[in-house]
T-cell receptor
């Protein structure tokens, strides 16, 4: 059973701080990794994709991937109250499969 | 920015009835997907569709489910005889053709299906 694990939270951070969201996955052959943001009652919105070990930065967001540790993280710098949402980690486990396996998500609360 | 559109936004149906959920994927995307999310639970994969056929389906996607691309723009999910446990948010997604890495999937706003 291929699993993606996340701490459900809530993770509470003050406005302006760095929020660090973590995800582990069970299938060592996993190839592609995605972070989605989901506001309550809304659909998943793609934030970042990462495919290689290391860091990938896009604005205030940085995704980090460590395939040896089967670990992917998302850092949000200068957190804003509008960042308050559930962040979903999603994994595609091989080139020959299309499906995304989602974690339960981490709820982030940014307080003023 | 191009987006995936889904209709209706909310569907209420009696148990045992058939429902059709509709999606218009992003126009230059070739891979289409359906996912569902039961309230308070994970997003779960149902089915992927490419080149007018199912490329992969999950255990959830049993004989009561079917998908179709009836024309050049629409992609539909049919549930033949709905059950109470089919109540969920159903998301359509699409992605560009894979080129080495799996391309990101972009989700529509979803259809909330309520079975009475």
């Amino acid at each position: 059973q291929k699993e993606v694990e996340q701490n459900s939270g809530p993770l509470s951070v003050p406005e302006g701080a760095i929020a660090s969201l973590n995800c582990t996955y069970s299938d060592r052959g996993s190839q592609s990794f995605f972070w989605y943001r989901q506001y309550s009652g809304k659909s998943p919105e793609l934030i970042m994709s990462i495919y290689s070990n290391g860091d990938k930065e896009d604005g205030r967001f940085t995704a980090q991937l460590n395939k040896a540790s089967q670990y992917v993280s998302l850092l949000i710098r200068d957190s804003q109250p509008s960042d308050s949402a559930t962040y979903l980690c999603a994994v595609q486990v091989a080139y020959n499969t299309d499906k995304l396996i989602f974690g339960t998500g981490t709820r982030l609360q940014v307080f003023p | 920015e191009p987006e995936v559109t889904q209709t209706p936004s909310h569907q209420v149906t009696q148990m045992g009835q058939e429902v059709i959920l509709r999606c218009v994927p992003i126009s230059n995307h070739l891979y289409f997907y359906w996912y569902r999310q039961i309230l308070g639970q994970k997003v779960e994969f149902l089915v992927s569709f490419y080149n007018n056929e199912i490329s992969e389906k999950s255990e959830i996607f049993d004989d009561q489910f079917s998908v179709e691309r009836p024309d050049g723009s629409n992609f539909t999910l049919k549930i033949r005889s709905t059950k109470l446990e089919d109540s969920a948010m159903y998301f359509c997604a699409s992605s560009e053709e894979t080129k080495g890495h799996n391309q990101p999937q972009h989700f529509g706003d979803g259809t909330r299906l309520s079975i009475l």
